[in-house]
């Protein structure tokens, strides 16, 4: 009994270990949380972390000719996931992320799997973002290109450049299809330039990128499954593929934080 107590409770010190909770702002697990309709669409997913205003992660039908078209599927497995086809699902909070890129810093990884992309915004389709919808367009977005070549980016809301110094784009791998992979990226803390890394199944940064914080720009919801609330083309700008696991900290981690969620997750 005392070895079984002592197993039970290294489980538990490893599930704990698993994902650092200290500025833990959206824990979206595929496993826990989803909603569905009657004909099993996911309708919302549940944050399975913080306060009431960004609970909620749920189908946008503004601007969709069917108000459905927009809701993505549970695909059951190991691990299960939600399959997103063209699709978001938003939380409509407008301040609780704009600190990721005024200083606060951030790190998000994602679990995700990679369908063949269709083509809309050429090269843009979002699996997560906060960008800010219109003026220009500030916020942070994980992206893949056309091809399933992974990147991500920090938009600081100085210049409306796609890609220049003030909105770079750290890219990493070609995406292979038919498995999960682990993406990662991390934003420094501070005022001035800060770094911004990337991470795709390694614990060692793909790509690099100086980021100028500018402590007055205005992020605005946060959806996965695309780059912004984006009501007037949506699904223009949306990922192909699926996700497992997504999270989202308001704090660059440390790196033994980050191996920590590595071996956890992956």
Request: some cysteine.
């Amino acid at each position: 009994m005392k070895a079984c107590l002592l197993l039970f409770s290294s489980c538990l010190a490893l599930a704990a270990a698993e994902v650092p909770t200290t500025g833990l702002l959206v824990d979206l697990h595929a496993a826990k949380g989803v909603t569905l309709d009657a004909q099993g669409r996911v309708t919302a997913w549940t944050n399975q972390v913080g306060g009431d205003a960004t609970k909620a992660f749920v189908g946008q039908p503004k601007g969709r000719a069917d108000a459905n078209s927009g809701l993505p599927a549970i695909v059951a497995g190991t691990p299960p996931a939600l399959s997103f086809r063209q699709q978001e699902l938003v939380c409509h909070d407008e301040s609780a992320f704009d600190g990721l890129i005024r200083g606060d810093g951030c790190t998000w990884v994602a679990v995700l799997k990679v369908y063949p992309q269709r083509v809309g915004l050429k090269d843009v389709n979002s699996f997560f973002g906060n960008l800010r919808n219109g003026q220009k367009y500030e916020g942070i977005w994980g992206c893949l290109d056309d091809d399933n070549t992974v990147w991500w980016g920090a938009r600081n809301g100085l210049t409306f450049g796609r890609f220049d110094v003030n909105n770079p784009k750290l890219v990493g791998p070609k995406l292979a299809e038919g498995r999960f992979h682990f993406v990662a990226g991390r934003l420094g803390a501070g005022q001035g330039e800060v770094t911004a890394e990337f991470f795709v199944n390694d614990l060692k940064p793909c790509a690099t990128a100086r980021f100028p914080v500018n402590p007055k720009a205005d992020a605005s919801k946060l959806a996965v499954g695309q780059e912004r609330d984006a009501i007037q083309h949506p699904g223009k700008e949306s990922f192909d593929g699926e996700i497992a696991r997504f999270l989202l900290w308001n704090r660059p981690l440390t790196d033994a934080e980050l191996k920590a969620v590595f071996e956890g997750v992956k």
